[in-house]
Every structure is written in structure tokens, then in C-alpha cells.
């Protein structure tokens, strides 16, 4: 399934990028197969699949070191509250 959605740009520093792939590490795959790495247990919703690439389609005003069209490589680390 192919998802696409766009979504305005509110913030100053924000940059919108066309997702090309994502790819699943192999730390990815036995988190989901074992549940677990050495002592790490997952224990909540967990992401899978942090690397990425795409290609920037927006900028916001204050952004000025991409341009739109240049390709990306994306490693998000999220922070769940």
C-alpha cells in the first residue's frame, strides 16, 4: 500500500520530504522475531525501520542549507513521552 499526503509547512525550520525507502536493519528484524536484543526487552510500540531517503519537496523560511530537489538520507531518532 502507497500512502502520499501533503502537509503544509507551519513551522520556520521545517523541511517535507518524499519518501523513497526505508530499509529494516538487522537489529530491526530481531527485535521483531526475538522481541529483544541482549538486555534490551521491548517493552512498548517500538519503530522499526529508522533509515531512509527521500527527496526534499518544501522548505520552510528559515531553512537555507537544502534546496528542494536535492536527495537526502534520513536516520530519525524518535523520543516518545
Known sequence: MIISKTFALDLFAEVQIAVHSVGICGSDVHYLTHGAIGDF???APMLLG???SGTVTKLGDGV???????????V????FE
Open 64 to 74: 537555507t542549507n537544502l534546496k528542494v530537489g536535492k536527495i537526502i538520507l534520513l
Open 76 to 79: 530519525l531518532c524518535f523520543k
Open 41 to 43: 526487552i521491548v517493552k
Open 50 to 52: 529508522h533509515e531512509s
